[in-house]
């Protein structure tokens, strides 16, 4: 059987700015053939059982030559392997896609293209500057400023200067002078706006706003590295009035988030909306018990209890799914009254119809406790095997029957491919969702250097577990993650 090729256009790097067709795509590989600009939050759309090849090219250094690379498709579809070449920015502007093609078509592979946003656009918009605007100029050229060592720019610069319009040169940056002396050469004037862009669309982006003559200096005085992006034009003088990205309140900042995987994408987002550079590491994950009697048995004798509680969101999903396993549902419950540690357990509990008869005013352990001193028991408890001792030690200092069973396990563990080490060597915010994140995030990193942390915790336990760690701590308001990304803000 016959594969087929996908050309995916991964678009400048912020992750926001993948199409739903490309991310579609992604999600339906199982091989995927990817550059080396492309965001990690985008290569971690990969599924897991797809193969991952590395062709990542830079400035100078080709490890896997373009025709190596046009083979490696073709043998991938001839495999019968739905394939996807996942490109930095539009795979037709300057990305060699139609190179990709042309072996694809002689063979009689089935191919299709998923446009991507091109830095030539995204980059400028990023940097506060519109590539046309009616007052300065109708018209935009994007122009590769590549050229080979030693080889002259292969640029009618006469011809461009007589657009009057925009110039956004891409892969230019090593060229930035000899472009620049050609445009004065070709007659533009010198004090024509310019800018360079500088790992546009990421929240590491810088840019230098500039004179067409002054450009390359201070270029070179900032320090700009590739990727970068050069716009030359009257559109340049609206940076400063029109720049939002830099105005974003957590621009820039280093923020690692430590919840599991599957509950760390909104708050993720979240951050990266406002600004941030995040990186995601999921230190702990939650396991159920495949084999828990326990829960078995009291699920066979529910009508003797007179509360369910559940600490975490993970619990609800984990009793149901065993509740459904004995052949009953949610009618089991009747006469049961159920408690939720916060908001977001409650919601999952109405995921299966049901309600929270009590949730605390503040979202944690010690406060479900104190809210629960006085209630009728038996209850029965349902939560991971390290749980905190508040509830089990209010149930027996006020003589309420209780029975704690630990129906999941919490497992720390360290992610792959995650830059932490490089990120702890500078300031950098951590968030803290639960003790358990605390103590993850420490044992994954033994013997680190802790000292440029600040963590950002969802509530005082969660805070007073970081403290034994010497981790210095910001606490949200409110255990929500509203509250908490007010807090990240602050800090």
């Known amino acids: 059987m016959m594969g087929n090729v996908i050309l995916v ?18 999600e339906q590989a199982q091989v995927v053939v990817y550059d080396r ?3 990690p939050e985008i290569l971690a ?27 490696i498709l073709l043998e991938k ?10 490109k930095g920015g539009d795979p037709f502007l300057f990305g060699r896609g139609g190179e990709e093609l042309e072996l694809l078509c002689q063979n009689k592979i089935p191919f299709q293209v998923v446009p991507g946003v091109t830095s030539a656009l995204a980059a400028p918009a990023y940097a506060g500057i519109p590539v046309t605007h009616r007052d300065f100029c109708s018209s935009v050229h994007i122009v590769t400023g590549h050229a080979k060592a030693g080889a002259p720019l292969r640029i009618d610069f006469e011809a461009l200067c007589r657009t009057g319009g925009t110039l956004v040169f891409l892969m230019g940056l090593g060229t930035l002078p000899r472009i620049c002396h050609g445009l004065l050469e070709a007659g533009m004037d010198p004090e024509t706006p310019a800018a360079v862009v500088e790992q546009g ?3 590491r982006q810088r840019k230098v706003i500039s004179t067409l003559t002054e450009l390359p200096s201070e270029a070179t005085a900032a320090r700009i590295q590739s990727p970068a992006v050069i716009v ?32 760390s994408g909104t708050l993720c987002q979240s951050l990266r909306a406002l600004g941030a550079s995040v990186t995601a590491y999921p230190c702990i994950r939650t396991v159920p018990r495949e084999d828990c009697p326990q829960l078995e048995e009291a699920i066979a004798g529910l009508d003797r209890f007179r509360w369910l509680v559940f600490t975490s969101p993970a619990g609800p999903e984990i009793f149901f799914r065993r509740l459904r396993k004995s052949g009953r549902d949610a009618r089991a419950l009747a006469g049961l009254k159920l408690a939720a540690i916060g908001p977001k357990t409650a919601a999952q509990l109405e995921r299966f119809g049901l309600q929270a008869d009590l949730v605390p005013e503040v979202f944690d352990s010690a406060h479900l406790a104190r809210a629960m001193d006085k209630v009728d028991g038996p209850v029965l408890l349902c939560r991971a095997s390290r749980g905190s001792d508040a509830l089990p030690e209010i149930f027996t200092k006020n003589g309420i029957p209780f029975q704690d069973i630990p129906c999941y396990d ?13 990120l702890l060597k500078r300031k950098v915010l951590v968030t803290f969702t639960s003790a358990s994140t605390v103590r993850g ?18 509530g005082p336990q969660t805070a007073e577990e970081a403290k034994k760690f010497g981790i210095a701590v910001t606490v949200a308001r409110e255990a929500t993650m509203e509250s908490l990304l007010e807090c990240i803000k602050g800090a």
């Open 77 to 86: 579809a001839r495999e019968g392997k739905r394939v996807v070449r996942l």
């Open 45 to 71: 759309l990969i599924p897991p059982p797809a193969e991952r090849i590395n062709v990542g090219k830079e400035a100078g250094h080709h490890p896997v030559p373009q025709e190596r690379i046009n083979e």
């Open 37 to 39: 600009l492309v965001s």
């Open 9 to 26: 256009g991964a678009g400048p790097g912020d992750p926001g700015l993948l199409t739903e067709k490309g991310r579609q795509a992604l």
């Open 201 to 203: 669309t990421l929240p």
């Open 410 to 422: 919490t497992v720390y563990e360290a992610p792959e491919d995650a830059p932490v080490g490089e």
């Open 232 to 263: 030359v034009g009257k559109v340049c003088s609206l940076s400063d009035k029109f720049d939002w990205f830099d105005a974003l309140p957590l621009k820039g900042k280093d923020i690692i988030v430590t919840r599991p995987a599957d509950r």
């Open 441 to 458: 995030f420490v044992e994954s990193l033994p013997g680190a250097d802790l000292s440029n942390v600040l963590g950002c915790c969802i």
